[in-house]
């Protein structure tokens, strides 16, 4: 297994190869290939942008702690005016699936949007939402929160359904993703434990993963569905192989003055990351 390693510096504090990665309120967008990069045209976010997926459609979703929601064509790299959600609390986290689903996870509130639209709010929650995941399909929609446990809505139609269904972790969850194909499930939690649940087999445990000394924040499924890595705090990347926990590759230093902010797979041998220190970097890995 071999690692090579193109390094893309910036002047900026915000980068993307392929997608964007979020650090400000400034977007960027990088061509994997050539290296050529500009700004998204018109204004954006007010505020440091937390998060952002695209879909099925090519629009890029993002989140910001100015309290709202934007659906930008990646395609156009300008953003809309009109393509703007504004939301009751600060959203931490958005995902998205088929059928012009959205989810976002807030302080304190979680919401399923449709077409660029809330559908669905649920308030007064008795735990602390982190992070959430719809599945590929638009089926359900896992929520993470601090307490260490995933709950598991049902979608149907636009609304949320709690049928009781939860995950149980050892710690509070960081991250989480569905492969792509939405045959599993990956989360990371602040206790240093990734974990991967079979979807089909009722969200049983597929494989626990053990190798970040300090508490894992990103993770992203390679194209594969084979294998998936995550970041952490100890300045580590690893890439995991999803039936296998013994065979990984460990990436140290990636970042050596800023622990790894964002993960992206251009192709199945494609990594890029990112960090605070206004970098991106881009690995091939070789398995």
């Given at each position: 297994m071999h690692l090579r390693e193109e390094a893309l510096w910036l002047l900026t504090?915000?980068?993307?190869?392929?997608?964007?990665?979020?650090?400000t309120n400034a977007s960027h967008y990088w061509d994997a290939e050539t290296g050529e990069n500009d700004c998204f045209s018109g204004?954006?976010?007010?505020n440091q942008v937390s998060q952002m997926v695209t879909d099925d459609s090519s629009e890029l979703?993002?989140?910001?702690?100015d309290d709202t929601l934007r659906y930008t064509n990646i395609n156009k790299t300008e953003y809309s005016a009109s393509?703007?959600?504004?939301?009751?609390?600060?959203?931490?986290?958005?995902?998205?699936?088929?059928?012009g689903l959205s989810l976002a996870v807030c302080i304190g509130q979680v919401v399923l949007l449709k077409n660029k639209k809330k559908?669905?709010?649920?308030?007064?929650?008795?735990?602390?939402?982190?992070?959430?995941?719809?599945?590929?399909g638009g089926s359900t929609a896992a929520v993470g929160g601090a307490d260490g446990k995933v709950r598991l809505y049902s979608?149907?139609?636009?609304?949320?359904?709690?049928?009781?269904?939860?995950i149980e972790l050892t710690g509070a969850i960081t991250d989480m993703a569905y492969s792509n194909d939405g045959a599993y499930l990956a989360l990371i939690d602040d206790k240093k434990v990734t974990s991967v649940f079979t979807v089909a087999d009722d969200y049983s445990v597929k494989n626990n993963f053990y190798g970040h000394h300090a508490k894992p924040v990103t993770l992203a499924w390679s194209p594969d569905n084979e294998h998936f890595a995550t970041g952490g705090m100890d300045m580590m990347v690893f890439i995991w192989t999803?039936?296998?926990?013994?065979?990984?590759?460990?990436?140290?230093?990636?970042?050596?003055?800023?622990?790894?902010?964002?993960?992206?797979?251009?192709?199945?041998?494609?990594?890029?990351?990112?960090?605070h220190d206004a970098s991106i970097k881009q690995w091939t890995i070789k398995y």
């Open positions: 504090s915000d980068v993307s190869v392929s997608t964007v990665f979020p650090l204004k954006g976010h007010s979703v993002t989140c910001s702690m393509d703007v959600v504004k939301m009751d609390f600060q959203p931490k986290s958005v995902s998205v699936a088929v059928g559908v669905f709010t649920m308030d007064n929650l008795d735990y602390e939402a982190e992070v959430g995941a719809l599945h590929p979608v149907q139609g636009n609304t949320l359904k709690d049928e009781g269904k939860t999803v039936s296998d926990p013994d065979k990984r590759i460990k990436v140290p230093d990636t970042h050596r003055l800023h622990h790894v902010s964002g993960l992206a797979w251009v192709d199945e041998h494609t990594l890029v990351t990112t960090s």
